[in-house]
């Protein structure tokens, strides 16, 4: 999936030596033993990586000695479902939900990687917040909203809304979208439901995208 890491791994020998080739002018050859070449390894692949990679193994006579393949499809990241501009969001209920995101942080830290987004950065303003598992960056693809922000699960997400006085939560099982645009993390939803405490029988409906910056 674009986006995604692409691992390529073959037998490891120190009789041989390495030369990998790929789609879109990508190679690693080596002149010199090293331990870890018959590991590779493309961290956030596109479209254009889709194709055959080989790999040969050189004998210390310069010959071929192995020599392998393999075809590797690069799939599209799911999209979310509507039609967002960017660092936004909609509500159905004015003041909760309906921002313009001009203060935007995409940070790893402990058990999470946390998407934080507001208005600015006056104390007391607004923010949305998603929390994923692990303290790296999401990979691309559509995670599911967990019910709760602790303890999350490989696949899940907590979002939320807080204010000076009321935190929002997205209801469960909704889905959201992570992308990579330009090489920048977005994270997007279309029309999910949110807990209102205001007026708790009338739930907020609200969509989203926030872009790393």
């Known amino acids: 999936m674009e986006g995604w890491p692409l691992r390529l791994k ?9 030369k990998w080739s790929g789609p879109n002018g990508w190679s690693m050859e080596y002149e010199t033993f090293a331990s870890n070449a018959n590991e590779q390894e493309r961290l956030s692949v596109t479209a254009q990586d889709a194709g055959e990679y080989k790999v040969q193994l050189i004998n210390n006579e310069g010959c071929i000695a192995y020599e392998g393949s393999t075809l590797i499809d690069v799939t599209p990241a799911p999209q979310a479902p509507c039609i967002l501009s960017a660092n936004s969001s909609t509500s159905s209920v004015a003041g909760v939900g309906d921002y313009d995101f001009t203060s935007r942080s995409f940070v790893g830290s402990g058990n999470f990687y946390t998407v934080a987004a507001a208005e600015g950065t006056a104390p007391g303003t607004p923010y949305m917040r998603f929390a994923f598992a692990g303290a790296t960056p999401p990979l691309p693809g559509v995670y ?6 602790f303890g999350l699960e490989p696949g899940t997400v ?3 809304i807080e204010t000076i006085t009321y935190q929002f939560y997205a209801w469960p099982d909704q889905k959201v979208y992570v992308t990579k645009v330009n090489g920048k ?5 279309c029309s999910l439901t949110f807990g209102n405490p205001l007026n ?10 926030v872009t790393e910056p």
Request: net charge positive; glycine share 4%.
């Open 200 to 209: 708790p029988s009338k739930p907020i409906t609200i969509s989203a995208n």
């Open 158 to 160: 907590g979002l939320y």
């Open 185 to 189: 993390l977005s994270v997007s939803f």
């Open 144 to 149: 599911t909203v967990a019910p709760t922000t």
């Open 10 to 18: 073959t037998m490891q020998s120190q009789a041989y030596l390495y």
